[in-house]
T-cell receptor
């Protein structure tokens, strides 16, 4: 089955700096890669996703890049703000696997004002 | 507004007791999922369902069961709770054929 590894497990940045979280996956057939943000006491919420036919996707201060050859994808947050502080999860799935997601272990991002 | 809810939000129980966690969604989603979240393990899939009367085992299904009698609900039952099942449990749902999963607020379960 799929295995997803996520690094780093914790990340502390100064407000205004950029943050990068990296994930690797094992199954070369995986073709959908979402990122979820989980705030304290809440369930994860989808913030951005990318499919295997695209190398990069941006949404305001958030971007995701995908390297299919190396089997890794990354989340980039620019101009970080205190409200970006949360736990971030990457995930991977086969498009025809009935939506079963395999999650990484999570990254706790702390943005210091 | 459509939503997904879980109850209770917090539960303390004793080893060996049967526990049922509720999940209810009003989006009319076909797909529903149960995950557990433990430090360092991210979210691991317990059981999932693609529709009424359909249930499937996930990565960590031992000691858990689900039933799907209608579209809106997927209750998760711990037949005989164990301390290793102390965790935060999340329910999620999605439309058939789509990838985006919507998560509930979670249930924190403590087994003493």
């Amino acid at each position: 089955g799929e295995n997803v590894e996520q690094h780093p497990s914790t990340l502390s940045v100064q407000e205004g700096d950029s943050a990068v979280i990296k994930c690797t996956y094992s199954d070369s057939a995986s073709n959908y890669f979402p990122w979820y943000k989980q705030e304290l006491g809440k369930g994860p919420q989808l913030i951005i996703d990318i499919r295997s036919n695209v190398g990069e996707k941006k949404d305001q201060r958030i971007a995701v890049t995908l390297n299919k050859t190396a089997k890794h994808f990354s989340l980039h947050i620019t101009e970080t703000q205190p409200e970006d502080s949360a736990v971030y999860f990457c995930a991977a799935t086969l498009n025809n696997a009935g939506n079963m997601l395999t999650f990484g272990g999570g990254t706790r991002l702390m943005v210091k004002p | 507004d459509a939503e997904i809810t879980q109850s209770p939000r917090h539960k303390i129980t004793e080893t060996g007791r049967q526990v049922t966690l509720a999940c209810h969604q009003t989006w009319n989603h076909n797909n529903m999922f149960w995950y557990r979240q433990d430090l360092g393990h991210g979210l691991r899939l317990i059981h999932y369902s693609y529709g009424v009367q359909d249930t499937n085992k996930g990565e960590v299904s031992d000691g858990y069961s689900v039933s799907r009698s209608n579209t809106e609900d997927l209750p998760l039952t711990l037949e005989s709770a164990a301390s290793s099942q102390t965790s935060v449990y999340f329910c999620a749902s999605s439309y058939q054929g789509t990838d985006t999963q919507y998560f509930g607020p979670g249930t924190r379960l403590t087994v003493l």
